[in-house]
């Protein structure tokens, strides 16, 4: 939508206003080059003191349900305080997986390659790659054993979690499992600041748009899902969630503080991030990015395939790239085929071919032409495929 709205305004030749405090590494380069003029805005709304950032350790911490003891501790303190807390969590249901204690069997969703969720209070498992769902199982499958164990906390489990600790204190949670009725979500804002909520636990709907005056302790659960991950993008939304979601707190007169959750409190980039703020981050982020010549200092062009046949992705992305070279593209580098990184979803198998160059009229030279090529082609009928130019993930 940015990157449209952007060519829409060049080429009604208006000016395009962009909006963020988190913008994104291509947007920020884009001032760097000159092509964007990059204005900022130094104060909170209404001069709003900037919360404070810290980072709590939970290495061989002992855990309630993902939450540590100097979390459970903070929390009484600011609600000992009046304050209301918010404990963000990035993942739905009661638990991300169900696994035998006696032979280690895990729950897994029978059309992709993923583990089934947990939502203990429906008592049923659901794929949140498909959307398939099932009673949960009893007992172990495998074995028989009943010493079936949720691994893992999502919202659900944080929310019962809380209700022990804090027995006399209003609980809401807000994410897609209770807001799909009708006037859930307004209903469920509207005990926030009527003070009838003091604890709120939420996922990403709850990261920006929202204005909770009240909150002056906001916590991120976890955060090391976004250190990790075959996605290059990944460490981005990372800050970019981090920062957003450490915008809730002390959004008026009252001071607010930030604490995060991590096994990996040494991580560079979220140190950096904590210390100096995301624009010393995204600086570093950048130059990660020049070194691996990553974008926005190349261009990528994903072509993806998938299919219930097992054999025909692959083959039909080692027919497509000999199309491709035989069109004797300069300047692009081809990457695979390769299986996805979820390799089966939805009963089908993926697989995908990335394209690379420095100068993105090199890419887009070849794709026209192959594009081409490839909706003639009897084995692309025999696949779905699609070609994502600048693609955003790489799953």
């Known amino acids: 939508a940015r990157d449209v709205a952007v060519k829409r305004a060049h080429l009604e030749n208006v000016p395009v206003l962009l909006g963020s405090a988190t913008p994104s590494l291509e947007s920020l380069h884009n001032t760097h080059q000159g092509r964007y003029a990059h204005l900022l805005l130094s104060e909170r709304a209404g001069n709003a003191r900037p919360p404070a950032l810290a980072v709590l350790d939970v290495r061989k911490q002992p855990m309630n349900s993902g939450l540590s003891l100097a979390l459970v501790n903070a929390m009484r303190r600011h609600l000992d305080a009046d304050g209301q807390v918010l404990l963000f969590l990035n993942r739905r249901g009661y638990a991300p997986t169900l696994l035998c204690h006696d032979c280690g069997w895990v729950a897994q969703c029978r059309r992709c390659d993923a583990h089934m969720t947990l939502f203990a209070g429906q008592r049923r498992l659901r794929c949140h790659h498909c959307g398939s769902e099932r009673p949960a199982d009893p007992a172990c499958p495998e074995c028989e054993s009943r010493a079936l164990s949720p691994v893992g906390a999502g919202t659900e489990r944080l929310e019962e979690a809380l209700q022990g ?62 250190l990790f991950s075959a996605d290059f993008r990944a460490t981005e939304r990372m800050a970019q969630l981090i920062t957003q979601v450490a915008g809730r707190a002390g959004r008026a007169e009252r001071p607010g503080q930030v604490l995060i959750q991590t096994h990996h409190p040494d991580h560079p980039l979220l140190q950096l991030l904590l210390r100096e703020g995301y624009a010393a981050f995204a600086r570093a982020a950048l130059e990660e990015r020049r070194q691996a010549s990553l974008p926005p200092f190349s261009y990528l062009a994903l072509l993806r395939a998938e299919a219930v046949d097992g054999e ?39 697989a995908q071919l990335l394209l690379q160059a420095s100068r993105r009229a090199d890419l887009h030279r070849l794709l026209g032409p192959w594009a081409q090529q490839l909706e003639t082609d009897k084995l692309a009928r025999k696949v779905r495929w699609s070609i994502d130019v600048d693609p955003q993930e790489m799953f």
Do not use: C, N, W, Y
């Open 312 to 350: 025909l992705p692959l083959a039909f992305l080692r027919h497509a790239r000999e199309l491709a070279e035989a069109l004797q593209p300069r300047g692009v580098q081809l990457l695979g085929p390769i299986p996805a990184p979820m390799e089966r979803r939805a009963g089908r198998v993926r």
């Open 165 to 226: 600790l804090f027995p006399d204190t209003g609980i809401a949670r807000i994410d897609r499992d209770t807001t799909r009725r009708k006037g859930a979500l307004q209903s469920l804002l509207d005990s926030v600041h009527d003070g009838s909520t003091r604890i709120l636990v939420g996922t990403q709907m709850l990261a920006k748009g929202h204005h909770f005056p009240e909150v002056t302790l906001v916590a991120m659960v976890d955060v090391d899902q976004g």
